[in-house]
């Protein structure tokens, strides 16, 4: 069975930091973009970030440059969000996604995790 499980979600005073991890079991992520979205609550789901297959080029959004980093560790057949210097606007359900193409579109994303949620407040 392909899955994704995150972790490493919670709550986290702005200015602190997170890292997320996103599992694969039945697959191996290697193959495939991973990606990384959010969606907060009323808002429609958005693009984080996400790592190619074979050369691991990174991209992000605007939002969290400077701030978050996506990475490997095929060892583990994980990937890791790094999310540091966190903003209330932040806050949101965090799933992982893998992909075939270099993409922001969720269509090009075929099997999705449950989402960890990351909430950032005083």
């Known amino acids: 069975q392909l899955q994704l499980v995150e972790s490493g979600g919670g709550l986290v005073q702005p200015g602190g930091s997170l890292r997320l991890s996103c599992a694969a079991s039945g697959f191996t992520l290697t193959h495939y973009t991973i990606g990384w979205f959010r969606q907060a609550p009323g808002k429609e789901r958005e693009g984080v970030s996400y790592?190619?297959?074979?050369?691991?080029?990174?991209n992000y959004a605007d939002s969290v440059k400077g701030r978050f980093t996506i990475s490997r560790d095929n060892a583990k057949n994980t990937v890791y969000l790094q999310m540091n210097s966190l903003k209330p606007e932040d806050t949101a359900v965090y799933s992982c996604a893998a992909g075939r193409f270099w993409s922001w579109s969720e269509s090009d994303y075929e099997h999705w995790g449950q989402g960890t949620q990351v909430t950032v407040s005083s």
């Open positions: 790592i190619t297959s074979t050369i691991n080029y990174t």
